[in-house]
């Protein structure tokens, strides 16, 4: 059974960096050929698709984020991580990290999503 | 990049039918047949629950249907439930020389 879990710290101060950690269980990141996402939601609002990465560090980020956001993969620790820098209020969201169906997209395995606000 | 647009709520009675939108450009929904949704109850993650526009992953209901046309999506859900009630995300690949994807506004279904 696949299960994804999200962790790191729930307060980050202004124009400081935002660091989640996705640890997955039932899996090895370093055997599929998934590209591993963060997905967030700002509360009250709609999802926001971050980025992805897959198992040799091949990454994909939303274009508003490049230049922001880096995610890197672990694979002796079964883990992949999100650091966003230069954090704002308007990055106060609830984060998930999800694993597609396929390859890529259709994401069909979440983490539980880890509510990180932004704020001095 | 703008988010697909969904209404930002739908309402029907038990047993009805009904369809939410997702409106996207010809650089999402109107070239790629990579259309999802995903069903959130409060507090909870998302559910995929149609892929690829019109597919059903195993043990979703077939009550919930997918379609396209242009650069519009839609989502129908017949023989409307109370558990049905719910946040509703449409997701499409947004990408040419590089990858990403795009979701929807959300729409929020509620059950009379």
């Known amino acids: 059974q696949l299960q994804l879990q999200e962790s790191g710290p729930g307060l980050v101060r202004p124009s400081e960096t935002l660091s989640l950690t996705c640890s997955v269980s039932?899996?090895?990141?370093?055997?599929?050929?998934?590209?591993w996402a963060w997905i967030r939601q700002p509360p009250g609002k709609g999802l926001e698709w971050v980025g992805s990465?897959?198992?040799?560090?091949?990454?994909f980020y939303y274009p508003s984020l490049k230049g922001r956001v880096t995610i890197s993969v672990d694979t002796s620790k079964n883990q992949f991580s999100l650091h966003l820098i230069s954090v704002t209020a308007a990055d106060t969201s609830v984060y998930y990290c999800?694993?597609?169906?396929?390859?890529?997209?259709?994401?069909?395995?979440w983490g539980q999503g880890a509510l990180v606000t932004v704020s001095s | 990049q703008s988010a697909l647009t969904q209404p930002a709520s739908v309402s029907g009675s038990p047993g009805q039918s009904i369809t939410i939108s997702c409106t996207g450009t010809s650089s999402d929904i109107g070239t790629h047949d990579l259309v999802s949704w995903y069903q959130q109850h409060p507090g909870k993650a998302p559910k995929l629950i149609i892929y690829?526009?019109?597919k059903r992953p195993s043990g979703v209901s077939n009550r919930f249907s997918g379609s396209k046309s242009g650069n519009t999506a839609s989502l129908t859900i017949s023989g409307l439930q109370a558990e049905d009630e719910a946040d509703y995300h449409c997701?499409?690949?947004?990408?040419?020389?590089?990858?990403?994807?795009?979701f929807g506004t959300g729409t929020k279904v509620t059950v009379l």
């Open positions: 690829e526009g019109t």
């Open positions: 999800a694993r597609p169906r396929g390859s890529f997209g259709d994401y069909e395995y």
């Open positions: 039932g899996a090895s990141i370093s055997s599929t050929s998934y590209y």
């Open positions: 997701c499409s690949y947004a990408g040419d020389f590089d990858k990403f994807y795009v």
């Open positions: 990465v897959f198992r040799n560090g091949a990454t």
